[in-house]
């Protein structure tokens, strides 16, 4: 399909969240355009913007748009039903805007962003899955997907009620290929059984992976490859089949010559790679402040049906995360069940724990999430 093949690219993708600033804080569009420029050269074709993130359309605009053929690039926006969007109009007019602040003319991937349990019934309430087939219909996006930070069961709700959507992305990384907080390889795994290609984000899991802790840097450090540590996980992502680009919001020029030294020339993970990959993630599985083994021993009899160590789990992987990010896997770990604000303190969980862990006090610490 033109070019929506997931064979024909390179597997990197520049994503335009985290731009590169000058002193007076404005996105430097200066060096943003080196940085297309390099890309374009290198062979790469996907941009990723978003109405939301600040500044960064219009500088697309001056950056690559004004300066280069329109068939030289993909381009990628998104339209977000949550925060200040309180009614259909005001929803249907971020297109608008975004076509008028890119000049792009039509946007090659046009996803519906941030799904998740708190706003995905706004996009039905709003129309948005009928516009963006308009839209499509009259050549106004080429293909549309959506974004997504949901569970599961969402995921499967979401492509069985809209089984057109060309593609979908997905927040993947090492990391998080088993968090429950995540959910990486299931809903990997739930898009490639329906033939969706993925879009991956966060692949450096927001810069965490690009500095990890002292135990992974060590496993990474005995290979003296000389790799960067974001190689490790942006080659990791762009190793699996049906991954149609990997994003990597690159904020400087350095930044963008590390990622396209070996992803000009991708070659994927060989067998001792992946064993490395192993290795760093049970290092950071196992650096964790509460010792929960996740034996579910103490949910069993939990009449307040809280998933204790699935919010253990989140709680240990909140070193460096930002709060929106630990607070969006708290929802999903949560969604439908107890949380840690509704212990009764009743102490069955406690007397089930074979790590004699202290869950009622521990539970109170992961207040804060809420």
Known sequence: MDNYSTNNRMKLGFGLMRLPKSENGEIDVEQVSRMADAFLEAGGTYFDTAFVYSGSEEAIKKALVDRHP????TLATKLMCSGEIKDE??????????????GAGYFDYYLLHAIQRSNYQKYDEYHIWDYVKELKEK?????YGFSFHGDPDLLKEM???HPDVDFVQLQINYADWENPGVNSRINYEICKANGKPVVVMEPVKGGILADPIPAAKAIFDEEDNGMSYSSWA????????NILVVLSGMSSFEQMQDNLSYMKDFRPLDDHEKEVIERVRKAIDEDRSIACTACHYCTEGCPMNIPIPEIFAVENRRKGSPEFRTKREYVIVTEGRGKASDCVQCGQCEGACPQHLPIISLLEKCRNME
Do not use: M, N, P, W
Not at 70 to 73: F, I, L, P
Not at 90 to 102: N, V, W
Not at 139 to 143: A, E, K, V
């Open 234 to 241: 942006i080659r990791y992502v762009a190793s699996l089949d």
């Open 89 to 102: 109009e005001t929803a249907k007019q971020e297109f608008l805007t975004s076509l008028e602040r890119t």
């Open 70 to 73: 329109r068939d030289s690039y």
């Open 139 to 143: 050549g106004l996006i080429r293909h």
């Open 159 to 161: 492509l069985d009620k």
